[in-house]
Structures are given as structure tokens and as C-alpha cells.
């Protein structure tokens, strides 16, 4: 099919309505909901490991189906499945394990899609590094949602590939493809015109704000160390209030994800920007994030963090109709325009090689990870004397704030509305399927050699453990176990036999003790052919050494040696 994709389904991937609301859940949730308003297939695929998992999905899918499609569940225990659609997407960059499962059947038979979020992680990192080592094709891919973790990620694999190069001789790298489609919003969940007006009204009267005062909003995970500093904001927003004379409010919408930063978030305001009326909301409330962005005059994210990739919140500020103001960084870089859409306050770091303790402390878990990112935000800085005056301009001029909030909103629906980013997908999963058609394939899987180095056939790898195999010349013949009544007693004892054995079928097996009983010994390769030869081989050596391991069988011959 190659123009769409089998979602695999983990439920936290998707799922918002947590007690911990994370950007890669949100980003998640969208991009199914953009998939099932806008994707063009005639029917959706489903790629979970169980049918409870399947019908979760179905239920999570249901209120965003405007039109009725079949979804089609893909079992994760049977991936050859997937042949049928040619594309997996899983919603992340950990397509290892999948690249490596898919090796089992054919590398050939479908196209595997992951996509970027924080790569900051020792276990992100490990992840990327792992695509030079893996059997990844040209036809599979890990999305980058920003040109910034783009360039990241081609540095992170350059770095580890001259490495492997040093130390082995040979040159490693990852052939996989590296897009750059940003994150999406539904631009249609956002008001307009007197529905806008009314909500502004609304929530102003809720908190006493009148409609001269000037309200910043900042939306977001509360914490210092993995999203935004809030001094240097703090500092800016009361800087403009004294140049401007202002009432000015500062809402932080979002949740503490570590309550030791509650009180600091709480109490610094007291210091750094008293003369403006501090709000704090739960961002995790659907109402509030939904309809707080009408409330506010203008936007503000400083992030200053390396777990940061892309930025959702200045996006949804957009698309809103505000005036962002928004720190010089990342993903902001390429979706915010300075003076068209917002303002980019320019950022300031060490130059290289400042960092390498931290990263030493951090390899050996002298520093966790959200010390570790702490640590390399205290030493990025943002320009507060230049966001100062970027507020100050706006909060000075209404006009300029709504042409800039109108530049956005267009800029929102123009580029990242999900109606405009799926079909981009779509036409990446189609290329990945032409790609497929025609590319040489990397490493191809030989017969004789496992297909998963680390995960070899065990009756391979641990053969010599064994004093004898089994061979097609021994002869079998019953065992003092092959009775009825020890048969029935063996079968209804639990441990002995242990989930999927994907042994021979019992009535096969019956047959063969049937066989047995009636025509007396005969050697494995005529069992074979006689009675299983329609069956996967493996499936009867295992099945007649299971029945010798319970003395249903024995061998008519010595045993003998390997």
C-alpha cells in the first residue's frame, strides 16, 4: 500500500489525561487525532500486542472519526502482518527492537517510522547510536520534528560512527532516512471572532483582570531544570511593566513536575517582579488549556533546556491569534519569524568542550538526568535586557499585537495544522515504499547465521551443552508414558508445558503415538514424512523431544554423543 501506516499503539504515548502531562503525549494524542480526521487511507491499521489493547485504541479513535472506516488490528506477536500495510509508526525513536524482529522474516516486507522527541537522554542517545549497529534500511526512517534535533542527531551519529571506525576498522553508519516534519495543532479547536471575545471576557472576570490590563501567558511544565527558567522571565515581564506603567499579570499555566520547585516558582515573583499580579493555573485541567489562551495578551516561552526539541505551546500560541515572545532556541528558531510573528529573544551558551564534566558525572550517574540538564540551563542565558524591550513594544502597542498575532495564526493553519503535516506523512510513507521497491538491501540476512547476533536460535548457540542431538536416522519408539491415562496426567499438569511452545498440534502428536503403537519403531526422517510434513521441521524436532523428555518416547538406539 505504502500511503499509510500501522500505529503502534502504547497507551501512554497518546494519553493526556494523566496526572503528569508531558509534550511528547500531547504531540502523540494530536498526531493520532490528525491521522484519523485527515489521513487519506480507507482504513486504519492498529499494531498492539493484545485485542484489549486494540479495542483501547478503537474507543480513543472513536469521537474523532468524522467519517465511519474500518480499523484493522495488526497482532505485535505476528509483525509479518504488517506486510499488508508496508509501513509501522511507532511514536518515538526506539525502532531498534523492531528493525532487528523484522530481520526474522524479511527486512524487504515493510518500512518502520519512529520520530524524535527529547534526544537529551542517556537512553535517547543510546537509542540513536544503536541505528548505526542495527540492520536499519533506506526504507525506514526516525522523523526529526525540528532542524535543530536534526543536526543534533546527524551529529550525535557522526561523532559515534568515527568512533566505531577507531575502534573496529570498518566504517559504521545509519542508512535510514532523517525527515524534518514538525510537530502539528488542529488549528479548528481554536476560537475566532466573538467566540474568542467571549472567553476573554470570561476568564478575565473570572480572576478580576480588566480588559487595559496586559496579561503574559506562559504555558507548560513548571520546572526550572526541563523547560524554562523563570527568573530571566520574571526579570523581563517586570522590567516592561516599569518602562510601560502597565497592569500587568504573569499567568504560568502548567503543573510542577517536581514539588520542591513549587515554592521557589511561588515566592521568587515576590523578589524579582512585585509590581506584577502572579497567577498560577493547572495546565493538566482540559478546560484551562483549551481556553486559556484567550485570556492573554501576549505569549512567552524563554526555554533554555537541551531536553527541549520543537515547542508545541508557542504553536498553539499562534493559532490563538497571540504575539509570541519566545527565547532564540531550538525549534523555536524555525517556527517562530522575529518581528512577523513575535519576537526572538537571542540566547547565549559556553563554547564546546565547557561541558565535559557534567557529561563525565552524568555517564556515571554521579548527576541524574534532570540534574544533569539543570546544570547545562543554568549556564545558557537569555537576553532579559532584549525581552524586556520586546514586551515593552508590545505591551505599547495594541495594533502591533494584533497584526503580529494575525502573521501567526496564518503561519499556524499555513504550516503546522495537522490538515497540512499527515498528508506529509503520507507522501513520506510512500516514498519509503518506492524506496523500498528498488533500494539494495543493507546486511541481508543469511541462512546460515542468526538473524539477531544477540539473540541467536538457542539450540545453536547452546548445542554444546548437550551430549546428542537429535538426528533424522534415530529411531523413536514409545516410551512406558505412552498411555492413555499418562498422557491425560501429563497434559492437565501446568509446567508441562509452558504458553505458545508452537509444538506439533495434539491430534498430530496422537497420530504419531498411534503409529507407533500399531507399527512399532520408526527413525525421525519417516515420522516426518509420514505425519508432519506439512509442518514447520522445527516443529516436530521440538515436539519429539518434548515427548522424550516425559518418556512417552524413547530412543530405540544408544543415545550416543555430539
Same mark, same amino acid.
Given at each position: 500500500m505504502g500511503k499509510t501506516a500501522a500505529v503502534h499503539y502504547i497507551r501512554d504515548a497518546y494519553d493526556t489525561s494523566g496526572k503528569k502531562l508531558l509534550g511528547r503525549q500531547a504531540a502523540g494524542e494530536g498526531f493520532l487525532r490528525g491521522l484519523v480526521e485527515y489521513g487519506t487511507a480507507e482504513r486504519l491499521y492498529c499494531y498492539a500486542k493484545t485485542r484489549q489493547d486494540f479495542s483501547e485504541f478503537c474507543n480513543l479513535i472513536h469521537p474523532w472519526a468524522k467519517k465511519p472506516r474500518p480499523v484493522r488490528w495488526l497482532s505485535a506477536n505476528e509483525p509479518t502482518s504488517l506486510a499488508e500495510v508496508g509501513t509501522l509508526y511507532k511514536p518515538d525513536p526506539d525502532i531498534i527492537e523492531l528493525v532487528w524482529q523484522r530481520r526474522f522474516a524479511s527486512q524487504r516486507a515493510y518500512s518502520i517510522c519512529g520520530v524524535t522527541h527529547t534526544i537529551a537522554t542517556k537512553a535517547a542517545m543510546k537509542v540513536l547510536a544503536e541505528l548505526a549497529l542495527a540492520p536499519v534500511q533506506p526504507w525506514d526512517a526516525v522523523i526529526c520534528t525540528s532542524k535543530a534535533v536534526k543536526t543534533a542527531v546527524e551529529q550525535l551519529l557522526q561523532t559515534w560512527g568515527e568512533y566505531l571506525a577507531q575502534r573496529t576498522g570498518g566504517k559504521a553508519e545509519a542508512v535510514l532516512q532523517l525527515p524534518v516534519i514538525p510537530l502539528g495543532i488542529n488549528c479548528d479547536a481554536f476560537a475566532t471572532g466573538n467566540e474568542a471575545l467571549a472567553k476573554r471576557a470570561t476568564w478575565r472576570q473570572k480572576f478580576g483582570i480588566s480588559e487595559n490590563d496586559i496579561v503574559i501567558l506562559f504555558v507548560g511544565r513548571l520546572i526550572f531544570s526541563a523547560k524554562a527558567h523563570p527568573v530571566p522571565m520574571y526579570l523581563a515581564v517586570e522590567r516592561a511593566a516599569q518602562t510601560t506603567g502597565a497592569k500587568v499579570h504573569l499567568i504560568q499555566?502548567?503543573?510542577?513536575?517536581?514539588?520542591?520547585?513549587?515554592?521557589?516558582?511561588?515566592?521568587?515573583?515576590?523578589?524579582?517582579?512585585?509590581?506584577?499580579?502572579?497567577?498560577?493555573?493547572?495546565?493538566?485541567?482540559?478546560?484551562?488549556?483549551?481556553?486559556?489562551?484567550?485570556?492573554?495578551?501576549?505569549?512567552?516561552?524563554?526555554?533554555?533546556?537541551?531536553?527541549?526539541?520543537?515547542?508545541?505551546?508557542?504553536?498553539?500560541?499562534?493559532?490563538?491569534?497571540?504575539?509570541?515572545?519566545?527565547?532564540?532556541?531550538?525549534?523555536?528558531?524555525?517556527?517562530?519569524?522575529?518581528?512577523?510573528?513575535?519576537?526572538?529573544?537571542?540566547?547565549?551558551?559556553?563554547?564546546?568542550?565547557?561541558?565535559?564534566?557534567?557529561?563525565?558525572?552524568?555517564?556515571?550517574?554521579?548527576?541524574?538526568?534532570?540534574?544533569?540538564?539543570?546544570?547545562?540551563?543554568?549556564?545558557?542565558?537569555?537576553?532579559?535586557?532584549?525581552?524586556?524591550?520586546?514586551?515593552?513594544?508590545?505591551?505599547?502597542?495594541?495594533?502591533?499585537?494584533?497584526?503580529?498575532?494575525?502573521?501567526?495564526?496564518?503561519?499556524?493553519?499555513?504550516?503546522?495544522?495537522?490538515?497540512?503535516?499527515?498528508?506529509?506523512?503520507?507522501?513520506?510513507?510512500?516514498?519509503?515504499?518506492?524506496?523500498?521497491?528498488?533500494?539494495?538491501?543493507?546486511?541481508?540476512?543469511?541462512?546460515?547465521?542468526?538473524?539477531?547476533?544477540?539473540?541467536?536460535?538457542?539450540?545453536?548457540?547452546?548445542?554444546?551443552?548437550?551430549?546428542?542431538?537429535?538426528?533424522?536416522?534415530?529411531?523413536?519408539?514409545?516410551?512406558?508414558?505412552?498411555?492413555?491415562?499418562?498422557?491425560?496426567?501429563?497434559?492437565?499438569?501446568?509446567?508441562?508445558?509452558?504458553?505458545?511452545?508452537?509444538?506439533?498440534?495434539?491430534?498430530?502428536?496422537?497420530?504419531?503415538?498411534?503409529?507407533?503403537?500399531?507399527?512399532?519403531?520408526?527413525?525421525?526422517?519417516?515420522?516426518?514424512?509420514?505425519?508432519?510434513?506439512?509442518?514447520?521441521?522445527?516443529?516436530?524436532? /521440538?515436539?519429539?523431544?518434548?515427548?522424550?523428555?516425559?518418556?512417552?518416547? /524413547?530412543?530405540?538406539?544408544?543415545?550416543?554423543?555430539?
Open positions: 499555566a502548567g503543573w510542577f513536575d517536581d514539588v520542591r520547585d513549587e515554592s521557589d516558582f511561588k515566592n521568587s515573583p515576590k523578589f524579582f517582579c512585585p509590581s506584577v499580579n502572579i497567577i498560577f493555573l493547572d495546565g493538566r485541567d482540559r478546560q484551562i488549556r483549551s481556553d486559556i489562551w484567550y485570556i492573554a495578551d501576549i505569549f512567552i516561552s524563554l526555554a533554555d533546556n537541551v531536553q527541549e526539541t520543537f515547542g508545541l505551546t508557542p504553536i498553539e500560541a499562534m493559532a490563538a491569534g497571540l504575539p509570541v515572545v519566545v527565547s532564540d532556541w531550538n525549534g523555536y528558531q524555525e517556527s517562530v519569524r522575529h518581528e512577523i510573528d513575535g519576537f526572538k529573544i537571542p540566547t547565549l551558551t559556553p563554547p564546546p568542550l565547557s561541558g565535559l564534566d557534567f557529561a563525565e558525572l552524568y555517564v556515571t550517574e554521579t548527576l541524574n538526568y534532570g540534574t544533569y540538564i539543570g546544570h547545562v540551563a543554568l549556564a545558557t542565558a537569555v537576553d532579559v535586557d532584549a525581552c524586556a524591550q520586546a514586551l515593552t513594544i508590545l505591551i505599547s502597542d495594541r495594533n502591533l499585537r494584533q497584526r503580529l498575532g494575525e502573521n501567526g495564526r496564518m503561519r499556524a493553519r499555513e504550516i503546522y495544522d495537522w490538515k497540512v503535516i499527515i498528508p506529509t506523512y503520507e507522501q513520506l510513507w510512500q516514498e519509503l515504499a518506492e524506496i523500498r521497491a528498488h533500494s539494495p538491501e543493507i546486511v541481508p540476512a543469511a541462512f546460515d547465521t542468526p538473524p539477531y547476533p544477540l539473540c541467536d536460535d538457542p539450540f545453536r548457540l547452546f548445542s554444546h551443552y548437550s551430549s546428542a542431538r537429535l538426528r533424522d536416522d534415530l529411531v523413536l519408539g514409545l516410551g512406558e508414558m505412552a498411555t492413555t491415562e499418562a498422557l491425560q496426567q501429563i497434559r492437565s499438569i501446568r509446567f508441562t508445558s509452558y504458553g505458545p511452545d508452537k509444538r506439533l498440534p495434539l491430534a498430530q502428536i496422537d497420530q504419531i503415538i498411534a503409529a507407533l503403537a500399531e507399527q512399532g519403531p520408526l527413525s525421525v526422517g519417516e515420522i516426518f514424512s509420514r505425519f508432519a510434513s506439512n509442518s514447520p521441521k522445527p516443529y516436530l524436532y /521440538r515436539t519429539l523431544v518434548y515427548l522424550l523428555k516425559f518418556d512417552i518416547l /524413547r530412543i530405540e538406539t544408544h543415545w550416543g554423543r555430539n
